[in-house]
Every structure is written in C-alpha cells, then in structure tokens.
C-alpha cells in the first residue's frame, strides 16, 4: 500500500498462536467488504511461539484492499502494544482489537461510520442500549465488572463500558491521547478513556455482541489488589497532565 491507509487496526499479540490465525482471517474477511483501504497491524509483545509465521500466512491471502503488517514491541503489556502500533501508524482512522475477537468484526461498519461523521473516539460497548453477550457472563465477573465501574466513575464519567477491547480514533485523537497514556496493564483502556475526557474528545459508544473467550488473563479475585493499585496510579498520572 503506497498511500496512508484510511484504516489502520492494530492486534496485540503475545503467544497468540492458536488464535491469531482464526481473528487475522475473520478481520480481513470483513474488511474486505469495506470501501476503504485497510491495514492490519499486528503488535508482536515478545511472543516466543508462531505468532508471527500466522500472520505470514494469512498474509498471503489478503483481500486486496488490506495489507497485513507485524511490528514488534519490548515492552511487555497490552497498554505498550497498543500504543506501539498506534504511534506508528499513519491512518486517518486507527484503533485496535483483541487478538481473540471477542467483539465482532462487523462492528467495524458502525464505528467507521461515527468516525467518518467526525466522531474523535468510538469504542464498542457491552452495556450500551443494544448490545447483548453470547453467553451470559457468570456472576461473579459481573460483580466485579460492577466494582470496577464504581471505581473507575470518577475518571471517565458516563462511559458504560471501559474494557471493551474494541476501540477507535481519529488521527488527531490517537496522537494526542496516545502521547500522555502510560499504562500497560489492565488499567491501560481506563486510563486512555480518561485522557480523552481531560482533552474534552467526545466518546461515542457503539453496541456489540460481546462473546467470553477462553484463556483470558483476568480474574477478580487474583487481580483485584493490582487493578485498584493501577487505577489509583491513573488518578496520579492525570494529575499530572499539564
């Protein structure tokens, strides 16, 4: 692709072997049907297995509106993947995904057109009017999920649905939100909603049906402690925020 893509979506991916593969083809699938050129941009965190051979592969069988590319990151953590890819973009739109798709790529249609409208940032959402689960989440996650929005409140206001990992933006609002976010942990989407609403960058919500995957990283009871340690941590960093 000689020109700037219209379309940049970066996957982070750390040992995303037994994934990555099925998110890649799905992705590119939709954004075939798209009249736009598209770049798929995947983050490779340290991974130590085939992540990368995967996107070779897949590579090699992408629709012709979208190229895939893999870039790497040293610094451990989604936050730093996320922004590595972001920063080294030049798209009139980026965001990204989670390399398990939880989120539909078909939401893509609905946050192109906010974006397109002029929308800065457009996140998918599990608990805007709309959005539904595949599966019912189990009650013990909800009730954390319910915490953690308590807690976060303050920082992002209204927003329903922080941890989406689903999100997107202009150019302009990636550069500006991107240069000031600092965390990499589970922290790291409260953080750039956060930044956003200092900056005074509206976020548009989009409904998704959201699908639980297997070998997801968080669970309450064992990260609790560090999610609350991250989330003060934001309230420090923004207080900084010139």
Known sequence: MDQSPDLDVVVPAYNEEARLGATLRALTAHTATLPLSVQVTVVDNGSVDRSAEVVDEVARRRPENTTLRLIGCSRQGKGAA????????????????????????????????????????????????GASYAVPQ????????????????????????????????????????FRRVTANGFAFDVEVLAVAARLGLPVTEVPVRWTDQDGSSFHVWTHGKRVVSEVFAVHASLARMS
């Open 82 to 129: 996320v922004r590595r890819g972001l920063l080294a973009s030049t798209a009139r739109w980026r965001g990204f995904c989670d390399a398990d798709l939880s989120t539909p790529p078909q939401a893509l249609t609905e946050v192109i057109g906010h974006l397109e409208r002029g929308a800065p940032v457009v996140i998918g959402s599990r608990r805007a009017p």
């Open 138 to 177: 189990p009650l013990v996650r909800r009730l954390g999920s319910s915490t953690f929005r308590m807690l976060t409140r303050p920082l992002v206001g209204d927003i329903a649905d922080t941890q989406c990992g689903f999100k997107f933006f202009s150019a302009q609002a990636a550069e500006q939100i």
